[in-house]
Structures are given as structure tokens and as C-alpha cells.
């Protein structure tokens, strides 16, 4: 069974581009999860769907990242413009039902660099 | 509010030496813990998780960890590491495990073991 797949591993931008983020959960899995890790630092929760709805998307920071889900398979997060701050990793998670945090399966990883 | 804290971002150890990795938590109410490891170029993999009962729990790849809850710490331990252990390794904690929001991780504690 393949696992969560990301596409880029690595981005390198320049302040202002944009950047899309792409998330391959497992299959069958109803649940994707979109989490940031900045500089090292805690690992923090973006938005969670349940399949192409977005069940919350509370830890979004402002309206330059936007989050789709079309078909309720594949989600991408794109970063538009982008700033210096938005550099980091990007994880996506997916899990077959939401009654457990951790039934969440990780993806590698998407490592975001903006210069 | 919950924060996570791990005090140690580096921790270099010998191959069949003990490691303890600190995990410290503050929350105003019950939580469940969790322990996460990435080895390099992997999604995180959950190591082992307290939900209730006993408060030593024991996960994969011979690491264990103790609840302790008038300390508010879960600290993870394995007797006798090897070089393949060697991964960053993050502490969670979640006041109710329904939601993905409710996941917060410590800053991660990377372990490096040395032949």
C-alpha cells in the first residue's frame, strides 16, 4: 500500500511567487491533514478536510494560503504571495476516520525555502 | 491552552548506551501523550501513545515512556540504542483525541547516535 505522497520534496522561491504544495494521501482515506513545521521550531496544525469539505481550517495563518481538496482526493495549499516567514516544512497527513488524533499517517514532507 | 516542551533539541548518545528523551507538558486538563519520531526523509511515525491505565506504555523499536502526571512530563527511554534510532523525535499532547486541532507538538529533540 503506498503511503502519503508530496509533491515537491524541496521549493525554493523568491519572496512574492507563488508556490503549490501537493498531498497524495493514502487511498480510501476520507481524512488529509495540512501541518507546517517553521524554523525548527513545534510542528502546528493548518487545516484538516473530510474529503473535498474543509472540517476546520483554524490554524490557517492569514489569506495569502489557500487549501483545496477538489474531488476529495488529492489537496493542494497554495502560497500566494509569498514571505521570508513561510518558509519551513509543510506536512500532510492522512487518516481513514477521525476518532483518533493519532491514526493520522505522515507524509515526508514538503521543505519550503523562500529567499 | 496546552504547550509542549522538549529542553533538549540535540541529543548525541553511543550505540548501546541508554538515551532519555524529556517531553514536559502543561494543560488544565486531562491530556493523552504521544511520542512521534522522522527519520530522515520519512513522514512521522507515531512510537507509542498513552490514552489511560497503566502509565508505562511501550512502543515500537523498544522505546517506552512514563506518564508521570504530578511532574506533567512523558519522558522516552530505550535501555540500549542503536544506529538506526538516530531521527528526530517529537512529544504530543491532545486534551481530546477526536480532532486533529486538539495535536500539540513539542519542538522536536533530534537523536544522533554515534558508533
Known amino acids: 500500500e503506498a503511503g502519503v505522497t508530496q509533491f515537491p520534496s524541496h521549493s525554493v522561491i523568491e519572496k512574492g511567487q507563488t508556490v503549490t504544495l501537493r498531498c497524495d494521501p493514502i487511498s480510501g482515506h476520507d481524512n488529509l491533514y495540512w501541518y507546517r513545521r517553521v524554523m525548527g521550531k513545534e510542528i502546528k496544525f493548518l487545516l484538516h478536510?473530510?474529503?473535498?469539505?474543509?472540517?476546520?481550517e483554524s490554524g490557517m495563518p492569514n489569506n495569502r494560503f489557500l487549501a483545496e481538496r477538489t474531488g476529495g482526493t488529492y489537496s493542494t495549499l497554495k502560497v500566494q504571495p509569498a514571505e521570508l516567514e513561510d518558509s519551513g516544512v509543510y506536512f500532510c497527513a492522512s487518516s481513514q476516520d477521525s476518532a483518533g488524533a493519532w491514526k493520522q499517517y505522515f507524509g515526508p514532507g514538503t521543505r519550503l525555502t523562500v529567499t | 491552552a496546552q504547550s509542549v516542551t522538549q529542553l533538549d533539541s540535540q541529543v548525541p548518545v553511543f550505540e548501546e548506551a541508554p538515551v532519555e528523551l524529556r517531553c514536559n507538558y502543561s494543560s488544565s486538563v486531562s491530556v493523552y501523550l504521544f511520542w512521534y519520531v522522522q527519520y530522515p526523509n520519512q513522514g512521522l511515525q507515531l512510537l507509542l501513545k498513552?490514552?489511560?491505565?497503566?502509565?508505562l506504555v511501550k512502543g515500537i523499536n523498544g522505546f517506552e515512556a512514563e506518564f508521570n502526571k504530578s511532574q506533567t512530563s512523558f519522558h522516552l527511554r530505550k535501555p540500549s540504542v542503536h544506529i538506526s534510532d538516530t531521527a528526530e523525535y517529537f512529544c504530543?499532547?491532545?486534551?481530546?483525541?477526536?480532532?486533529?486541532?486538539?495535536?500539540?507538538f513539542g519542538s522536536g529533540t533530534q537523536l544522533t547516535v554515534l558508533p
Open positions: 478536510f473530510v474529503k473535498e469539505s474543509k472540517q476546520d
Open positions: 504530543a499532547v491532545s486534551d481530546r483525541p477526536g480532532s486533529a486541532r486538539q495535536l500539540t
Open positions: 498513552y490514552l489511560s491505565g497503566s502509565t
